[in-house]
């Protein structure tokens, strides 16, 4: 067989080329429609982050952090949604409609005022826009790298993706410096400076003519103007860019998985049994209906067609060496597949697609417990982004002292740190499974916050003692923060990409996107978090606050290692998908058994092995559809 690897895993000297390859342009529009994502999200949170004291006169970190609330619960519901979304109106609307939605976001705050409590309300009430765009783009645009990588390669395209993201963030932090330096002036509300003997003039020294001059103490006498302005005049030009890439270059990718298994990327077989597999694989989607405009205009005939030329072609018959050579595998594989994943759903909706939105979110929440675990580690990672981009980034500006490009450079320490090791892991978690980057990165980054508390906290007397001078305690605690910084980007990077190829491993082919978005959804809450771990530090102390979340984040590390079983994988190996080289075969999903009961038409699946029962139109073992269909579910990849 060249197109069709056989069961029992040899070794191929010679096959079609890796998904990716034979869709890098679509990949590189993708991956630089991800970059424009984080890039606007970088320049609007850092924008909202300073301004709330220095133009707007927020003065508890509460009150600085809130507009990660609205943020954190528009991206957490559209990332709930987008999974049902995108497989039935296609990746390509969904990322469309989210750019839409997101240059709402910098309207708003260009319409508002410049200051008192309207402005700042507007500034946090466009967080909610800026959430939605997350939520929408960025999930459709990993949806779209992992349809163009294949399903080998789930962990490796989620890396990719979120690697793009992060880079951009960091990179945008320094544009963003740029412009802050560019664009925002200062001067004293009334005129004439601070008054005589105040702690604002002691710690100001009368200065107020940059946004580096500002102080907590002399919140609401020293103000800037600009914030508002110029980073949202270039973040509506990235957005529109993103909107014309969507629109015009991107294609869309939904299809792409199912032509890729059915043999359109080179594999063998005659051209009866190819129109075959692919009409089956393309009636087979579940939740677009044919007839749509997202099916190609010869979806229909290629069905009728394939079928006739599988008939006609074999007399009636014969059939395909492919297909005889790939049944007798199969059958003789029958007993050693992997039975280690114990929650594989036996209900004909899930399986089929005809799941309700309600039934997919407690299945993927609560009802699986891989799933579950998956989510909690999720919640925990963004907690601990929420905690990076809200709290720590204020306590470092306004309670240490640190100056803009100290804290840019703390920040764009942490999210390049936390993008390059993404890639890194997903390609490490396609080999080595989901359970262990998932529990390092928690118990990684719980010992980063640690590093923040006790080596930047408590004004340096646990980590250096006391008797250094100002300057040298503050490069001390600039430097914990950015050893933080890197560690919590690093550990913190170990679990992000692995979140959405695990919750694929745990899903039926027709369930994954709205798993994935499910486990989205719970990570993205997981920035609200920022808010209540902003007023204790209001309440008792900054250091009390990253102590508590890291003893969080110890539990959340044991529950993932005591409850996450880990699942067999969709596909090849990274090796064996992009090389082509390493000839690397894992057991077959354990959702392979149970598409197959549906895409031949199975009745039921047996509870005591997992696997089909009878077929309910009486196929035969030998018959020409039932083995193109169980083909076409064994290489679904999940």
Request: hydrophobic residues 40%.
């Amino acid at each position: 067989m060249s197109g069709i690897w056989r069961s029992r895993g040899r070794r191929r000297s010679k096959g079609p080329a890796a998904p990716w390859r034979r869709h890098l342009p679509q990949l590189i529009v993708a991956s630089l429609v991800t970059a424009i994502i984080g890039a606007t999200l970088q320049l609007q949170k850092l924008a909202s982050l300073d301004s709330a004291g220095r133009q707007y006169a927020r003065e508890s970190y509460a009150d600085k952090s809130a507009f990660l609330v609205p943020f954190a619960l528009s991206k957490a519901v559209c990332n709930l949604l987008v999974g049902g979304l995108a497989d039935r109106f296609g990746r390509k609307r969904v990322a469309v409609a989210g750019f839409g939605v997101g240059i709402l976001a910098p309207i708003i705050v260009l319409g508002a005022p410049t200051r008192g409590e309207r402005g700042w309300s507007a500034v946090v009430f466009s967080s909610l826009f800026l959430g939605a765009n997350q939520g929408l783009t960025w999930t459709a645009m990993i949806l779209t790298t992992m349809d163009l990588c294949g399903p080998a390669a789930r962990g490796f395209a989620s890396g990719l993706s979120e690697t793009i993201g992060y880079t951009a963030i960091a990179v945008f932090a320094n544009v963003y410096g740029s412009i802050e330096r560019d664009a925002v002036t200062c001067a004293w509300s009334n005129g004439s400076g601070p008054a005589p003997g105040s702690e604002c003039l002691a710690r100001s020294g009368g200065k107020c003519a940059s946004s580096d001059d500002w102080k907590s103490q002399c919140l609401g006498e020293c103000v800037c103007e600009g914030y508002t302005r110029e980073p949202f005049h270039a973040q509506i030009a990235l957005l529109l860019v993103g909107l014309a890439a969507c629109a015009f270059v991107l294609r869309e990718s939904l299809f792409v998985a199912e032509r890729e298994r059915v043999g359109g990327g080179g594999g063998g077989g005659d051209a009866g049994t190819k129109g075959l597999m692919s009409g089956i694989a393309m009636s087979d989607l579940r939740g677009v209906r044919r007839g749509t405009p997202l099916f190609d205009d010869d979806d229909d005939e290629r069905i009728g067609a394939g079928r006739k030329k599988r008939t006609d072609g074999a007399g009636g018959g014969g059939g395909s060496d492919d297909l005889d050579g790939y049944a007798a595998d199969t059958n003789a594989a029958e007993d050693g597949r992997d039975d280690r994943v114990d929650d594989v759903p036996t209900d004909r909706a899930t399986l089929t697609g005809e799941e309700s939105a309600w039934a997919g979110f407690v299945r993927t929440s609560f009802a699986n417990k891989s799933l579950a675990v998956v989510c909690l580690a999720g919640f925990c990672a963004n907690f601990e982004t929420g905690l990076a981009w809200g709290l720590m980034a204020t306590w470092a500006r306004d309670a240490m002292g640190l100056g803009g490009r100290e804290r840019d450079f703390f920040t764009a320490c942490y999210s390049f740190v936390k993008g390059l090791s993404q890639l890194l892991a997903g390609i490490m978690s396609d080999r080595i499974g989901r359970k262990a980057p998932m529990c390092l990165g928690l118990l990684g980054g719980a010992a980063a916050l640690l590093v923040a508390a006790v080596g930047a906290g408590w004004r340096g007397r646990v980590s250096v003692g006391v008797g250094v001078s100002p300057d040298e305690l503050k490069q001390l605690q600039f430097g914990y923060l950015v050893l933080s910084g890197v560690l919590l980007g690093f550990f913190t990077g170990l679990m992000y990409p692995v979140l959405a190829a695990a919750a694929a491993d745990h899903s039926p082919r027709s369930g994954f996107a709205a798993s994935v978005g499910t486990v989205r959804f719970w990570r993205d809450v997981g920035y609200a978090m920022g808010l209540p771990v902003a007023a204790l530090a209001d309440a008792s102390s900054t250091e009390t606050a990253l102590v508590f979340v890291a003893c969080l984040m110890l539990v959340a590390g044991a529950a993932v290692f005591f409850g996450y079983v880990e699942a067999s994988f969709g596909g090849e190996r990274f090796g064996a998908s992009f090389g082509g080289t390493y000839g690397v075969r894992t057991r077959e999903p354990a959702y392979s058994r149970v598409d197959e009961a549906v895409t031949t038409g199975t009745n039921a699946v047996d509870d005591r092995t997992g696997r089909p029962g009878s077929p309910a139109g009486g196929f035969e073992s030998g018959d020409r559809h039932s083995v193109a269909r169980r083909t076409s579910a064994n290489y679904s990849g999940t």
